[in-house]
């Protein structure tokens, strides 16, 4: 059993820059690819960028390139994602996924509890 705990959201004028993070608790942290989704109010929860538990290659949904960057660290189960030059659009509950596949599905195995972030123009 895998559990993730979110943190780091919040309120941010656009421009602005936050630092979620996601602590796994499980030993085997490195063989959980890992991801964050995101569900804006009156829409499907829909996947952000994920990162491989291989060789930690990124996929990144079009809207966020360029502005966010997803990292692991695996001696500290952590997952991160720096979101910078944030858009009111990008107002969501952001929710940290594990999977036991090379790369998370769109189903993935584990979800986090989520976390607020809310962009203000």
């Known amino acids: 059993q895998v559990q993730l705990v979110e943190s780091g959201g919040g309120y941010v004028q656009a421009g602005g820059s936050l630092r979620l993070s996601c602590a796994a608790s499980?030993?085997?942290?490195?063989?959980?690819?890992m991801g964050w989704f995101c569900q804006a109010p009156g829409k499907e929860r829909e996947r952000v960028a994920t990162?491989?538990?291989?060789?930690?290659?990124?996929y990144y949904t079009n809207s966020v390139k360029g502005r966010f960057t997803i990292s692991r660290d695996d001696a500290k189960n952590t997952l991160y994602l720096q979101m910078n030059s944030l858009k009111p659009e990008d107002t969501a509950v952001y929710y940290c996924?594990?999977?036991?596949?090379?790369?998370?599905?769109?189903?993935?195995?584990?979800w986090g509890q989520g976390t607020r972030v809310t962009v203000s123009s």
């Open positions: 996924a594990a999977d036991t596949t090379i790369v998370v599905s769109k189903a993935p195995s584990y």
């Open positions: 499980v030993r085997t942290f490195n063989r959980y690819s």
């Open positions: 990162i491989s538990r291989s060789d930690s290659s990124t």
